[in-house]
Every structure is written in structure tokens, then in C-alpha cells.
């Protein structure tokens, strides 16, 4: 390709609405457009390095088993309405309406449907297990688009469906697709790390995230250096405790702390630590409102508390709803002589001995609180933030903590859907049984920035040769000097004969402007055509994030090539 043909539309100031690094590069350095919030188009180099990466997790789907299919878009909501998913999905779904007032929506995973096809052309247990997958276009209204494309809300995703016989067969998939994934994320060069994970709205009971590590990432991960415990902070389990402090219960009492309301302000009014303060943090599951204690020191995980308490939506309560509850406002709320709303109390509270919580009065608060004397949680949960430092749950080491993108998930489904939507096969002996599921997903733009967030620095992107829009570019110090105009281009003839994807800029421009360029859009491989190579026969090659070195003109397409070969054994 030569630079004065391609549409690749730089941007030398940063655009304010991009926070992060990928964001920012993807759009300076004309890899992608904004048409909307969480909507883009790509660009011609933004389309190539979205190819490269979808090619990488085609061979990876190919080499484990899957078929490749394309499923619709436009999904009717019938279907929805059979697995009872067209409520649970709420707001995030993009829905329309056809001239015949019949509903749709557009696609945000697609289970539904593709247990509808395997439902009417699978069934007998010949035709499994079976792997079904698809590249396409992923539609959620989010509510945060944000980051450009870590959180899109049309995206490009990667999706597979698994269908087996029983749990056996499902285990024997998912070890196929964990295996598939770490291929991928290693060949697109990503520093990745799976984790346990949530199983989230999909269902199910079993899961793992991919997590690229990246300060950027939204997801908080905590893994152990000892053992291979890694877990999101969402489900990381904690320890249990096995005793309180060794004090004697005291006499409850209610004390005066006007204007008191936060952990920091009691603590230091009342001169205690924050672990002997009961935080009561109430919430609205399912419209039903519920009290979560956790101690003061502690953060509240409200994946944990929903799980626990199974429940569809849950937000934070109303503040009015809170007062009416318990008389008092947000601030000195506590689980003493609380009726009307059950307790859920996390591990560590049952052990405190003379805590303090709020009095259900405004401005006081209790003090000398004794859990199982003073109130009774309806039930003791897991139901705290793990955070770095504590002990493991597997082998008890220090956990660490580090942050991550979720580049892709796989998860055991189990019969949720094949259930829901009477999707059954028959066995040897003709009895039938639910298909037993799984379903995996990749996040294939998320991908593209999430490479951008490991691999860049002040200058620009520095793409791993496995993903680069282009191998290499070429460039001529001087356009105008015809000798150095004839090298650049026998070089760039010879090396696209040789199928090396290779960038000429022949722009009649400035070095020093084409230097800073080529570093915005990351190029692996840089080959600078310029004095020297008229007086020594020479070009200066340079790795992205190397120094330059001198290679001679003669044999110099195949000394590239071989370059170009020994670095991408890295990406293998
Ligand atoms: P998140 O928790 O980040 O919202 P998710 O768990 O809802 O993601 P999945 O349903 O597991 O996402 O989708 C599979 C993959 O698709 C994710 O692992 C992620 O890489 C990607 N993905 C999900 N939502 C988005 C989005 N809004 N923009 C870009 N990629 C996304
Ligand atoms: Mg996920």
C-alpha cells in the first residue's frame, strides 16, 4: 500500500473525549471514527488489525472442533419470550418493531437462537458433541459506553456454543475452548490471565474470564504467587474467621454522635477502628428491600450479595424508602430492633464483640453491639470485597491484586437453555435427554484495544507483529531524491511480490513528520531509505521499540522477510 492511497487520517492533537491510551491512539493514529457513543467505524488500518485478530481466533475455533455459522442479527422476540430472557435483559437490549408490529431485537448473544436451530436439526447423540460458532456484530445498550472500543455498544464478538451429552462431554468442550482461548490471547501477543468468574445473566454454574492485565482494565482480579487461585474480586472467596476478639460482651448502649454519618467520622468521634463498626447498607432485590452488614473496614460485593440472594435486579435503596424503614436516615441505620427487613450479614460479623452501629435515630449510634444477642441476621453469607494481601482460600499465601480487561469468557451453561427451549436428543437406547450446553465468548474489538493498552508508549502503538496493521513501512528520508525514490520502490515492489504486507510512504513530506507517523500507527518494522544507503549501500532498519540498525541493500528483501519470519515465532 503506498501511504499517498491510503485513508489513514492522523490526528496530531489528542481527542478530549478519549481517557485511555487505547482510545486515544486508536483514534490519532486513524484506526477508528466515533459515529455514535459506543458506536465506530473502522477505518482501513482499524479493519486490518480487526481481520488479523478475527483470523487468529478462527484457526484457534477451527483447530478445537468448531463450525463456523452466521446467525441473525434481528432475533425475534418469541424466542426471548420461550428462555424468559426478553424481561430479565432489560434496558441493555436494543429492541424494534417491524412494519407488522411484531417485536425484535438486535443480538447481544445469541444462545437463544442457535438452541432453536440445534433444537430442530440435532437429534440423536451421533450428531454430538457439536461446536458452533460465529465473527459477528454484538448489540448492547449499554450504560456506560465508554473507553472506545474496551466498551462499545455495537461491538465485535467472537461467540461459540458447545452441545453435548452430559457433563462429561461438556467438561471435555470446555477444556477444548480454555485451551483454544489461551492460544488465541497468546498469539495476539496479550499478557492475559484466566480467572474464575461470575456467571452473570448467561446462567449457568461455571465459569472462567480471560482477563488482559492492564491498569486501564475494569475488572479487579485477585490471584495467588504460590498456588494458581486467581479469581475476579466479584466471586474470590474469603476466608472465613474462627474467633472474635477475646473481650466480654458489654451492656448495649445508645450514644450521642450528631452529624456523624461516615466510617472515618464515627471512628474518630467515638475513638474506635473501623472493624468494630457495623456498616448496614440497604438494597431493593427484586423491589423487596434488604439490610447487608459488613464491618466498617470492609467493602460490600453486591455480585455476592445478588447471587446469595438470587435475585434478578439489585440496587442500592432509595434513601426515603430507607428512612421509612428504620426511621432514621442513611447514616445511622443499624440491625438493632430493625422488623420488616431481613439481615444479611457477612462472614465476619457474627464474631464482632462490642461493635458499634447506627441506632435507627438520627444522629446516635449504638455502641457495645453483640450480634446474636442484640439481632439475628436472616442468614451469614460471604459477602465482602476480597482485597489484596489477604490470605489465599486455596493455600493461604498472600493474595495480590492486579487489574484486567475481560478480553472473552467461557462458561458451563449446563441445560438452562436446551430446557427452556425443549432442546433434546436421543441416546442409544432411545430415550431422550436435555443437550447439555456451553457457550464461550470473545471479545474481538475489545481485543484490538486491550493490545493497544499492553503495547504503547509516548510515541504511539507498537503492534505485535502478529496483529500490525502493516509489517513493515518503508520510508525515503527524501521523495524528491531520485536514488533514494528507485531504491524505496524496487524494495517495496520486491517485498509485496513476496506477500510481506508492506506500507511505502511516498509522500512528499518532511523525514522527521513520516518518523512520527509511522510511530503513532505502530508499525512493527520501520526501513529508512536515505543518504546513506546512496553512499554505503545501506537502509536503517528499526523495530518498533528498538534502536536502528544498518542492513546492506543486497539481498535485503529476503533479509527482511527472514526478520519478519524470526519475529513472529513469538506470536506462535
Ligand atoms: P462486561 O462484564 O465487560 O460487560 P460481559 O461479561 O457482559 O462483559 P460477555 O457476555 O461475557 O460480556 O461477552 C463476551 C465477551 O464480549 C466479553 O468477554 C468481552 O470481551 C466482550 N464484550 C462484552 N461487552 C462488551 C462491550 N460492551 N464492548 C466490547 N466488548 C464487549
Ligand atoms: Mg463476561
Redesign the pocket.
Known amino acids: 500500500m503506498r501511504m499517498t492511497e491510503l485513508l489513514a487520517p492522523t490526528l496530531r492533537e489528542t481527542p478530549a473525549e478519549a481517557e485511555i491510551a487505547s482510545h486515544q491512539l486508536l483514534l490519532r493514529g486513524g484506526f477508528i471514527r466515533k459515529a455514535a457513543a459506543?458506536i465506530y467505524t473502522y477505518l482501513p488500518l482499524g479493519r486490518r488489525v480487526l481481520a488479523k485478530i478475527e483470523a487468529i481466533v478462527r484457526e484457534e475455533m477451527d483447530r478445537a472442533g468448531g463450525q463456523e455459522v452466521v446467525l441473525p442479527i434481528i432475533q425475534p422476540a418469541e424466542l426471548w419470550q420461550e428462555s424468559g430472557r426478553w424481561e430479565v435483559y432489560g434496558e441493555e437490549m436494543f429492541r424494534l418493531q417491524d412494519r407488522h408490529q411484531r417485536q425484535f431485537c438486535l443480538g447481544p448473544?445469541h444462545e437463544e437462537i442457535i438452541t432453536a436451530l440445534v433444537r430442530s436439526e440435532v437429534t440423536s447423540y451421533k450428531q454430538l458433541p457439536l461446536l458452533l460458532y460465529q465473527i459477528q456484530n454484538?448489540y448492547?445498550d449499554?450504560r456506560r459506553?465508554r473507553f472506545g472500543?474496551?466498551?462499545?455498544?455495537e461491538?465485535v464478538?467472537k461467540?461459540l456454543y458447545s452441545f453435548d451429552r452430559d457433563q462429561e462431554g461438556l467438561n471435555e468442550s470446555y477444556r477444548k475452548m480454555y485451551q483454544a482461548y489461551s492460544n488465541v490471547f497468546r498469539r495476539c501477543g496479550l499478557d492475559c490471565r484466566p480467572v474464575q468468574a461470575d456467571s452473570?445473566?448467561?446462567g449457568g454454574n461455571y465459569s472462567h474470564?480471560?482477563m488482559a492485565l492492564a491498569a486501564a482494565g475494569?475488572?479487579l482480579l485477585v490471584y495467588c504467587r504460590e498456588c494458581d487461585y486467581a479469581a475476579n474480586v466479584e466471586i474470590a472467596v474469603a476466608r472465613a474467621l474462627t474467633k472474635g476478639a477475646a473481650e466480654d460482651p458489654l451492656p448495649l448502649k445508645e450514644v450521642a454522635t450528631p452529624g456523624q454519618r461516615t466510617v472515618a467520622e464515627i471512628c474518630s468521634f467515638l475513638d474506635v477502628t473501623p472493624d468494630r463498626l457495623i456498616k448496614t447498607i440497604f438494597y431493593e432485590a427484586d423491589g423487596q428491600l434488604v439490610a447487608a452488614l459488613v464491618r466498617g473496614d470492609r467493602e460490600l460485593n453486591e455480585v455476592k450479595l445478588q447471587n446469595h440472594l438470587g435475585c434478578r435486579q439489585l440496587s442500592l435503596a432509595d434513601p426515603q424508602k430507607v428512612r421509612e424503614a428504620t426511621g432514621a436516615p442513611v447514616g445511622f441505620v443499624g440491625p438493632v430492633g430493625l422488623s420488616g427487613v431481613p439481615l444479611y450479614a457477612d462472614l465476619e460479623i457474627p464474631y464482632l464483640v462490642n461493635g458499634v452501629a447506627g441506632a435507627n435515630r438520627e444522629d446516635y449510634h449504638l455502641v457495645n453491639v453483640n450480634p446474636g444477642r442484640d439481632f439475628k441476621p436472616a442468614a451469614v453469607a460471604d459477602l465482602r470485597q476480597v482485597e489484596a494481601g489477604e490470605p489465599c482460600p486455596q493455600c493461604g499465601a498472600p493474595l495480590s491484586q492486579a487489574r484486567g480487561i475481560?478480553?472473552?469468557?467461557v462458561?458451563q451453561l449446563g441445560t438452562k437453555y436446551s430446557q427452556a427451549l425443549g432442546a433434546n436428543y436421543t441416546d442409544a437406547r432411545g430415550e431422550e435427554h436435555p443437550l447439555v450446553m456451553g457457550c464461550y465468548?470473545?471479545?474481538v474489538?475489545?481485543?484490538m484495544a486491550a493490545i493497544v493498552e499492553q503495547y504503547h508508549d509516548d510515541r504511539g502503538i507498537i503492534w505485535p507483529l502478529s496483529v500490525a496493521p502493516y509489517q513493515v513501512v518503508i520510508i525515503p528520508a527524501a521523495m524528491k531524491d531520485e536514488s533514494q525514490r528507485e531504491v524505496a520502490e524496487g524494495l517495496y515492489r520486491e517485498l509485496v511480490a513476496a506477500g510481506v504486507e508492506v506500507v511505502l510512504d511516498d509522500r512528499d513530506e518532511r523525514a522527521g513528520l513520516k518518523f512520527v507517523e509511522a510511530d503513532l500507527i505502530g508499525y512493527p518494522l520501520r526501513v529508512t531509505v536515505g543518504k546513506r544507503t546512496v553512499t554505503n549501500g545501506t537502509v536503517d532498519a528499526k523495530w518498533r521499540s528498538q534502536d536502528e540498525v544498518p542492513l546492506p541493500l543486497e539481498g535485503l528483501a529476503s533479509r527482511i522477510q527472514a526478520l519478519l519470519a524470526e519475529e513472529m515465532q513469538k506470536y506462535r
Open positions: 459506543g448473544t454484538k448492547r449499554e459506553p472500543l474496551l466498551r462499545g455498544r461491538f464478538m461467540d452473570g445473566a448467561i474470564e480471560f475494569e475488572a475481560e478480553v472473552g469468557q462458561f465468548g470473545i471479545g474489538s475489545r481485543t
